[in-house]
């Protein structure tokens, strides 16, 4: 039996190592390890509570101010704040625009390059200017034997595109989607003011007061991504998945616990009786029968078990805690393990469009999909494509209201904190389910704590020995070579994770450690 350790398994932020056991070239057993601690919620205990959606917006610079709005989300309730709908409207249209930058994000630059072959582009005769000088940039490299980083380090296998075709085209969508992704970061802009890291996003609302030519001018904005995205991303992607990738998509490879959890989120009235992702939980997938249970947050528990913290039985985010343990015996992550009854949850795409029983995710099912690695590739795009439609509506609700008596965007009556108060926000950023949780006293941050989406699905095992689910996802994957195992980077990339560059593998046998650029 072979055992493997890939430390770090990310392209763009690098604190997630990944151990396996193979046996008869499949993945037995693994384990997902969170290597850096996150101290944020330490750090804002006896802070004013407005600070808060501003410092924790800076646990992450690339889906940056989900945290502010999920913080916001959780002072209003807090403070018995009652945003406005214009408030919620540009809450809205700010995150929707950090979907339409980041989904495509995830695909082209993130993932793609783990389906393809891009050498194939050095047989290009075309005269794209774009693909030309990516062409010469490579046969350059090449010929100073230095590849990096435009290409894998790793041997092409069964599940690989190689047609010089298909590997032009995304090649060339590739260089595409960075253009789309710069104009979708501007349409954010607009109203949070800056990017990364919004700054209108407050509790009670929003603090950007729209005129008609920002909304016009996001609206033409939205055009450009819309045609991008309904003509080339999900184009794209639906070829793989039905194409090239069809037999990996079969196989199911990456399915893990089948549990998923939608908070739901992007309301479509200001009644929130309508929701562009609803919210429920499914236990036991039956793709023949989708049984969707209603969400009730009061059941969500995190354990420490095998976490570097102090060693506490499972509790509710209202009374977590941050006391690290180093030396703690049978710890091997940083990252909490939340759990929904109990249960593991899958949270991010793939859950919101099961939840929502989205039709084309469900006709993709029937036609032999089953829900997995490629799976979420899919639901990434269709609801990228249900965002964008959703932002067309909030631009028009956004200008009718504007002409209305009254208009508001904040709550200014419920601005000051409260002697004593808690609350809960929760919302959908692309990543998956997000929960923020505040107990004030004396109008200072009593305790605050936060489970993130990599929380559900990075987790370690919990008391019970249950794996999360990156570790159950894992099993059965085939590793036919312990050299070359990038079907472990596919399974655990396909949950749009923050990634780093460099792989490290140690030979069972010898010790020797392997370098690999998985690019």
Not at 105 to 116: E, G
Not at 212 to 218: G, P
Not at 318 to 340: C, H, I, M, T, W
Request: net charge positive; with cysteine.
């Amino acid at each position: 039996m072979a055992k493997i350790t890939i430390d770090p398994i990310t392209r763009i932020e690098g604190h997630l190592k990944i151990e396996v056991e193979l046996e008869d070239g499949k993945v037995k057993n693994a384990w997902s390890s969170g290597t850096m601690a996150r101290g944020f919620e330490a750090l804002l205990k006896g802070k004013d509570p407005r600070d808060a959606p501003f410092i924790t917006s800076r646990f992450c610079g690339v889906c940056y101010s989900v945290h502010q709005l999920a913080s916001a989300r959780a002072l209003d309730a807090a403070f018995g704040a009652n945003v406005p709908w214009g408030g919620t409207l540009l809450r809205n249209l700010v995150m929707g625009a950090q979907y339409i930058y980041d989904h495509p994000l995830h695909f082209y630059q993130l993932s793609a390059l783990d389906y393809i072959d891009i050498m194939a582009i050095a047989k290009y005769n075309g005269k794209d200017k774009d693909l030309l000088a990516v062409k010469d940039k490579i046969v350059g490299l090449v010929t100073a034997k230095d590849t990096y980083p435009l290409t894998p380090r790793y041997e092409p296998d069964a599940f690989s595109v190689n047609d010089p075709d298909i590997v032009i085209m995304a090649v060339k969508h590739y260089i595409d989607a960075l253009k789309m992704h710069l104009a979708a970061r501007n349409m954010g802009a607009i109203w949070g003011g800056r990017t990364p890291h919004y700054q209108n996003i407050v509790v009670g609302g929003v603090t950007s007061y729209p005129d008609i030519n920002q909304v016009a001018r996001f609206r033409t904005m939205l055009d450009e991504q819309a045609k991008f995205i309904n003509e080339v991303y999900i184009p794209d992607v639906l070829l793989f998945g039905t194409g090239p990738l069809l037999p990996l998509a079969k196989a199911g490879i990456g399915g893990g616990h089948y549990n998923y959890l939608s908070y739901g989120d992007f309301q479509l009235d200001a009644e929130g009786k309508k929701l562009v992702f609803p919210a429920g939980v499914i236990t036991g997938l039956n793709p023949a029968n989708i049984k969707v249970d209603p969400v009730d947050t009061n059941k969500i528990t995190e354990s420490v078990k095998h976490a570097w913290y102090k060693e506490n039985k499972p509790v509710h985010p209202y009374n977590g805690e941050q006391v690290f343990n180093l030396d703690k015996k049978g710890a091997y992550s940083f990252v909490k393990a939340p759990r929904y009854e109990g249960k593991p949850m899958e949270v991010g795409p793939l859950a919101r469009m099961l939840v929502a029983k989205n039709p084309t995710l469900l006709d993709l099912v029937g036609k032999g999909v089953k829900p997995g690695a490629v799976a979420r590739h899919a639901a990434r795009a269709i609801e990228t494509k249900l965002v964008v439609d959703a932002c067309y509506k909030w631009c028009d609700d956004l200008l009718a209201a504007m002409t209305k008596p009254g208009f508001k965007i904040h709550d200014t009556e419920h601005w000051e904190p409260p002697s004593s108060g808690m609350g809960a926000g929760f919302s959908e950023p692309p990543r998956g389910a997000l929960g923020h949780w505040i107990k004030v006293k004396d109008k200072k941050i009593a305790n605050y704590q936060c489970v993130v989406p990599s929380t559900w699905n990075a987790s370690p095992r919990c008391e019970n020995g249950v794996r999360g689910q990156y570790e159950e996802a894992l099993i059965g994957a085939p590793v036919p070579d312990p050299k070359n195992p990038i079907n472990v980077v596919r399974v655990i990339r396909s949950f749009d994770p923050c990634l780093a560059c460099a792989v490290h593998i140690i030979d069972p046998k010898t010790n020797e450690i392997r370098k690999f650029i998985i690019e």
